[in-house]
């Protein structure tokens, strides 16, 4: 890290040059990410709250996500379980976030955990988006299925995955670190015929 007010973790895919591919697909890293788990009933309206009033997140209701609304942490929360939600932002922002957090959820039945490096969170676009992602996993990522703001368990292979759209026109991924470099291969290998050395 380059220094304490600022970490910069490596990610299990830091060897790999993203943004890679084109106009048929693309992907990207994005880098720098923390991630904060917070739990607690979505019924319990001093954790809704505080999560509303100090860290500036309305709780998305189920499968569903939301972009945070507080200036200084500019977070995108997503429905994990009912009473879990995992909170991404900008890892220079996550000691300020986990201070507000942990100060206004004292003596409360919730918790915020720090679960930095735990994923590698991707981002993947073009014009062959939906056809690269059948190759990869089941669930159909059409925006019929995955609506914008819609969060998804699903598998990619042997691997759990997350699966969410902020936009119309890409489709982001979690994977959890230790099988980030085999499901990366397992979309570059789906991406090949769009892109020959996206690998």
Known sequence: MDNMNNPIFETALEKYNFPTGGKLFKAEEIRDQAFVVLRGRPDDADFVGVCRDKLGITLPQALQLTEGKNSSYKTTCLWIAPDEFLAILPSNTKDAFLQAATEGLQGMFAAAVDNSGTYS????????????????????????????????????????IVLFRKDEHSVDVLVRFSFADYVWRLIARGAKEYHSDII
Do not use: C, F, M, R
């Open 121 to 160: 969170y991707l981002n993947l676009s073009g014009d062959k988006l939906k056809e690269v992602l059948a190759k990869v996993t089941l669930y159909d990522t059409s925006p019929h299925s995955l609506p914008l703001n819609k969060v998804v368990g699903t598998v990619a292979g042997k691997s759990q």
